[in-house]
């Protein structure tokens, strides 16, 4: 199949690169920036704003993905550009070059939108998202693996034995590589039109928060002491990220609202057929070739 890409520079977006080349895809893939030439890979130069680039990147394709958006910026304008006006963009090349089939990647956090800025950006995209032909959404949850700069933060806290969580909950996980073969399984075919998807590794109702810190503790050999923060704390917290680091905090207050939410569990009436996808790789062992993965590239 020749697949439209967006995101393809990002951690979600390489690895679903991959996966694709490995399986004969050929892919067409937006980017910001000049890229080393690749086998199989039509560079399109571009981002989401750029109408004329997201038409030659959906022209003559068989299926679009739609990686691309925001986790954390400034504010919700910045949230509303990035997620919900670059999907609606997106959508419109898609139905103008007739794109059949269209894998929106969302969020759980779209279930909230009223908890963040994050969660209604996410809300708004899927809404956009849902007028393409073809239309199938998967909601993630906590995405994890090699390259993944957002976990990395609770690998490097949990060198030192204690790690600092949100207040008690729950969360599922998923590798990215068991989410890459879901999306690519979702473009290929299936008919799930209309579908929105949460998967997982297939761990029932998740894992707790102190579970999560345990299993990092293990994968980068250390016994964790997990520490539950109090909503305020976690607030505090996030306001002074934002003081030292700015723009590049990793714990704004809009994440911090979305990290206190108790359930971030994906539900399991809306799990994606057996017959087309289950997870592989268990979250411990998973974890543990993360970790391995930071060493290797000098990250810990």
């Given amino acids: 199949m020749r697949i439209a890409l967006t995101g393809a520079t990002g951690f979600v977006g390489s690895t679903l690169m ?17 890229q080393d030439a690749r086998t199989g890979v039509t560079w399109v130069r571009g981002d989401l704003a750029d109408h004329a680039a997201l038409l030659r990147l959906a022209d003559g394709c068989d299926a679009a993905i739609h990686v691309a958006g925001v986790v954390n910026v400034p504010d919700r304008a910045a949230f509303e550009a990035g997620n919900i006006a670059g999907t609606r963009a997106v959508v419109a090349a898609a139905l103008k070059a007739d794109v059949p089939r269209f894998v929106h990647v969302s969020s759980l956090a779209a279930r909230e939108p009223g908890l963040s800025d994050y969660g209604w950006s996410k809300a708004g995209a899927e809404a956009e998202a849902a007028e393409a032909r073809g239309c199938v959404m998967v909601r993630p949850p ?45 473009a290929v075919g299936g008919k799930a039109e209309g579908a929105i998807y949460e998967a997982d590794d297939g761990h029932p109702n998740g894992w707790t928060h102190a579970e999560m810190a345990r299993m990092i ?29 700015g723009a590049k905090a990793k714990l704004t207050p809009d994440r911090a ?31 543990r070739q993360t970790a391995e993965w930071y060493r290797a590239a000098g990250w810990l």
């Fill in 257 to 287: 609202r979305y990290m206190c939410h108790p359930d971030w569990t994906a539900h399991a009436d809306r799990q994606p057929p057996a017959s087309l996808w289950q997870a592989q790789i268990p979250t411990p062992e998973g974890l």
């Fill in 142 to 186: 906590a995405i994890y693996g090699p390259r993944d700069t957002e976990m990395f933060e609770l690998f490097r806290a949990a060198r030192s034995g204690v790690v600092p969580l949100p207040p008690r909950g729950r969360a599922s996980m998923i590798h990215v590589a068991d989410l890459a073969r879901l999306l690519l399984a979702l």
């Fill in 18 to 34: 991959d996966h694709a080349l490995e399986e004969g895809h050929e892919l067409r893939a937006l980017t910001r920036r000049d």
């Fill in 217 to 245: 503790g293990a994968a980068v050999g250390r016994r964790i002491v997990p520490i539950h923060m109090p909503r305020r704390l976690v607030g505090l917290a996030a306001s002074i990220d934002r003081g030292f680091r």
